[in-house]
């Protein structure tokens, strides 16, 4: 898992496996698109995009959200504003 973060655009990306990305999920809990998943074609799980993430990060309902908390808090430079 590797976290790479776009301060121009405020955008963090957490990558799971390399590889092209087939299609990209809008998991966003409010109005306009926040975070997302990207998927490969054979449905595995390629990463994650959070926008606004110096707001914080909402994993609320990811898979592999224990594994994104470890991977931020060890970061320490953006924090999570719910895991459950």
Known sequence: MIATYDSDGDILYVTLHDGPVDHTDDVSR???YERGIDY???GT???YEFMNAAA???LEGLPHRSELVVLLERTR???TVSTS
């Open 40 to 42: 490969a074609a054979d």
């Open 30 to 32: 409010q109005g306009q």
């Open 56 to 58: 914080g990060i909402d």
């Open 45 to 47: 799980v390629v990463g």
């Open 77 to 79: 430079s953006l924090h």
